[in-house]
């Protein structure tokens, strides 16, 4: 059998390793994947029979040689420290059924299952990154005060992406301010119920002895005081909806059990009440408690709501939200006041620095206020309280150069975002565009990295 250079070409250009032998088992071509696969180079091989080459231990165990016996297509599978090695051998037949030749392909399967990890971590990667642009493609349907300019929100919100089409149960869990509510109804707008109720209810802000009845509601003559005509409850109000329960860990354990049997067996029935009522209803839990250390609180229950947790950060772990967050809000407490208020750059540095317990809440009511008391119209340093102010004592001091930097760095932002191009910022700041660039990059590469 006689292998033309054309031939030779094209089996080059094969990735699986190819090894054709005649009818006796003398090796005619050898491509060039072959020996990347096997390690050893075609002169060693082409002209030599497989049943020497197998004696002498050149290669492993033939399928060429099985196929010769059979005469039917053979796999064997190779293991070595190095590859694991799939080899199938196929005959070639003439006219008389008599065979002429054997191709045998040889594959590196853990080459193969490398490759294929490899993909599909780069198809999660993709997935996570059209998530993360749909989200921001769709901003023009964002939740008021949803700030996510740091890595960490960002974060979040790929989570919150992920599990907004489906209805399993989440639990939003961090500290009491940190924009619980604003991620329940981020989930919300972006599920398939975003034209059904969103029923938001503080656990914590109902008297014990009306839970049940708020919860499930009541039919007529069900206790004294009872409205006539009854009452639906929160389960009724959110059908086809979603139900936000927040502050989750202060709910009696009267209730728990109840809860537990409305998320299992999908129905209940009000107070006084013989009809069950089928309940379809999305939940969202939230909490800033250890539920999983309050004995209080029933366990059974907090593995049924933990379904899938996202924990949001404090604000004091994603320091970059901060001046976003100073912005959104000074424009909406001047929209509703009418009073045109802006703040300096020394101030957001001040406020950038502190800690923040009280999280966006204490950012809200704090932003309301200076907005009220600044009769110039501008929030200047001297203006914030004095237990922000004295925060500066306790950190890490920096050279005063790096905060000049900084405070550069922020009017920079401030009015590239106000006038929309980098001619026109740079000539309200009295600098040329060049300048303007490269020290928007400078200081870009240095206090963005800081806060990563």
């Known amino acids: 059998m006689v292998i033309s250079k054309e031939w030779d070409t094209l089996l080059d250009l094969i990735s699986d390793g190819i090894i054709i032998t005649d009818h006796e088992g003398t090796i005619l071509k ?42 039917q297509e053979v796999t064997l599978f190779h293991e070595n420290n190095e590859k694991d090695l799939l080899y199938t051998g196929t005959p070639m037949f003439n006219e008389r059924n008599e065979i002429v030749a054997v191709v045998n392909c040889v594959r590196d399967m853990r080459e193969l299952n490398e490759l294929k990890r490899t993909v599909t971590q780069i198809k999660q990667v993709n997935q996570e990154y059209r998530e993360q ?24 919100l790929t989570l919150a992406t992920k599990v907004a089409p489906l209805d399993s149960v989440v639990m939003l869990r961090g500290e009491s301010g940190v924009g619980k509510e604003v991620i329940a109804k981020f989930i919300h707008t972006h599920s398939k119920r975003v034209s059904e109720a969103f029923i938001k209810v503080n656990c914590g802000a109902i008297p014990k002895d009306l839970m049940e009845s708020e919860f ?68 969202i839990a939230a909490t800033n408690q250890p539920l999983e250390e309050l004995k209080k609180f029933r366990k059974d229950l907090y593995y049924r709501l933990q379904v899938y947790p996202i924990v949001i950060p404090p604000l004091r772990e994603r320091t970059t939200d901060i001046p ?11 929209e509703r006041h009418g009073t045109p208020t802006r703040i300096s750059p020394e101030a957001i540095y001040i406020l950038s620095q502190y800690k923040w317990p009280g999280n966006i809440r204490e950012v809200i009511n704090l932003l309301e206020r200076l907005v009220i008391i600044c009769s110039n119209r501008e929030i200047l340093p001297e203006h914030l309280p004095r237990e922000i102010t004295d925060c500066l004592h306790s950190i890490k001091p920096v050279h005063f150069k790096e905060q000049l930097e900084w405070i550069e760095f922020q009017e920079l932002q401030r009015a590239l975002k106000q006038h929309g191009s980098t001619r026109k910022a740079s000539e309200s700041l009295q600098m ?15 206090f963005k990295m800081d806060h990563k």
């Open 324 to 334: 976003h967050l100073i912005e959104y809000y000074l424009n909406t407490f001047q």
């Open 133 to 156: 642009l749909d989200y921001f493609h769709g901003r023009e349907s964002k939740i008021d005060g949803l700030i996510a300019e740091s890595r960490e929100m960002q974060h979040v």
């Open 432 to 446: 040329s565009k060049t300048t303007f660039i490269r020290k928007l990059k400078k200081y870009e590469g240095r």
């Open 216 to 283: 499930f509601g009541y039919e007529t003559g069900a206790f004294t005081g009872a409205s006539k005509g009854g009452k639906p409850g929160f389960f009724e109000l959110a059908d086809k909806g979603t139900l936000f329960l927040d502050e989750i860990g202060d709910m009696p354990q009267e209730l728990q059990v109840k809860l537990l049997r409305v998320l299992e067996d999908r129905e209940f029935r009000r107070i006084g009440g013989v009809k069950t009522i089928h309940s379809d209803v999305r939940i």
């Open 30 to 71: 050898v491509n060039k994947a072959y020996e990347r696969i096997v390690s050893i180079k075609p002169k060693a091989l082409v002209g030599k029979n497989i049943k020497e080459m197998v004696k002498d231990g050149t290669i492993p165990e033939s399928s060429t040689l099985k196929v010769l016996q059979t005469k």
